[in-house]
């Protein structure tokens, strides 16, 4: 079975500042991929993000990094220089070919941007 | 490129009702799931389909949901009766199909059971 965690339910950073957020999984399928979402008010998932299990570098996208740490099992996500629209839920999800492309998403982690 | 789109976006029943929830994913797209979001959580899958298959719907409550797709493009989940329970966002959501890509979502449908 697959499990996705994410241990913060709310995060506060300052504007232009950066930001960690936290994500540890759990699959004993050698293939997998882990995924970033955000999830403003509005609702609707926004992909951002996307790190494979046999990638060599970390994926980045503009803001937002992958900290990949695969003997950790954690895939964190690192926002930087975070603006007042990046307020939002963000979740992480994991797909992996031994369930056969089912998405599994974590609590996910509310993360309130201020002045 | 259009996405995902689903409707209606809102709707508001009373219990006992039934509900239909209509999704239109990305040409092209295979897979298609349907997943239940409640509020402050993240998304549980409800059903997956693999073209006009439903290969994956262990977690879809049979007794009073149900879902199809035909011809293997849109999909209809449906409820009857609905419960005060169900009250939640139905979130569709296409990929392409096979290896890990990328899921894009509809903006969901949010119902809400009084």
């Known amino acids: 079975a697959q499990k996705i965690t994410q241990t913060q339910p709310g995060m506060f950073v300052q504007e232009k500042e950066a930001v960690t957020l936290d994500c540890t999984y759990d699959?004993?399928?050698?293939?997998?991929?882990l995924f970033w979402y955000k999830q403003p008010s509005s609702g609707e998932m926004i992909f951002l993000i996307y790190?494979?299990?046999?990638?060599?570098q970390n994926a980045t996208e503009g803001r937002y990094s992958l900290n990949f740490q695969k003997a950790r099992k954690s895939a964190n996500l690192v926002i930087s220089a975070s603006q007042l629209g990046d307020s939002a839920m963000y979740f992480c999800?994991?797909?992996?070919?031994?369930?056969?492309?089912?998405?599994?998403f974590g609590t996910g982690t509310r993360l309130q941007v201020t002045l | 490129e259009a996405g995902v789109v689903q409707s209606p976006r809102y709707k508001i029943i009373e219990k006992k009702q039934p509900v239909a929830f209509w999704c239109n994913p990305i040409?092209?797209?295979?897979?298609l799931y349907w997943y239940l979001q409640n509020l402050g959580q993240g998304p549980e899958l409800l059903i997956r389909?693999?073209?006009?298959?439903?290969?994956?719907d262990s977690q879809l409550p049979k007794d009073r949901f149900s879902a199809e797709r035909l011809k293997g493009v849109d999909s209809t989940l449906k409820i009857q009766p609905a419960e005060l329970g169900d009250s939640a966002v139905y979130l569709c959501?296409?990929?392409?199909?096979?290896?890990?890509?990328?899921?894009?979502f509809g903006e969901g449908s949010r119902l809400t059971v009084l």
């Open positions: 959501a296409s990929r392409r199909g096979g290896g890990t890509g990328e899921l894009f």
């Open positions: 699959t004993s399928d050698p293939s997998y991929g």
């Open positions: 790190q494979g299990s046999y990638d060599q």
């Open positions: 999800a994991m797909i992996n070919t031994g369930t056969a492309s089912k998405l599994t």
């Open positions: 040409s092209g797209h295979n897979t």
């Open positions: 389909y693999e073209n006009e298959e439903a290969v994956d």
